[in-house]
């Protein structure tokens, strides 16, 4: 298990950009997959990307890919998200997940509220 606590959320213009950090705790970091969730308002939470274990392996939902960039530091315990040309419509609660490979997400942070103004 490891605890998860995200931060860099807040308030952008449409077009900007926000870089949002989850530093997680736990000697066993390097070897869960991480990811990235949101919710909006009145919505499920959704799948935004995730990073193998390794850093080698990325993957990303559609409406995001070009525009968002996960990575991995193990050294540092932390992921982070870099969010480029940002729309009103990525406004949402971040939340931060891992998972052991092969295995459900299973712990989450408490998330970061980003909000992208239009």
């Known amino acids: 298990q490891v605890q998860l606590v995200e931060s860099g959320g807040g308030l952008v213009q449409a077009g900007g950009s926000l870089r949002l950090s989850c530093a997680a705790s736990g000697r066993t970091f390097s070897s869960y997959d991480m990811g990235w969730f949101r919710q909006a308002p009145g919505q499920e939470r959704e799948f935004v990307v995730s990073i193998s274990s390794s850093g080698d392996y990325t993957r990303y939902v559609n409406s995001v890919k070009g525009r968002f960039t996960i990575s991995r530091d193990n050294a540092k315990n932390t992921i982070y998200l870099q969010m480029n040309s940002l729309k009103p419509e990525d406004t949402a609660v971040y939340f931060c997940?891992?998972?052991?490979?092969?295995?459900?997400?299973?712990?989450w942070g408490q998330g970061t509220q980003v909000t992208v103004s239009s």
């Open positions: 997940a891992a998972a052991r490979t092969g295995y459900a997400w299973e712990d």
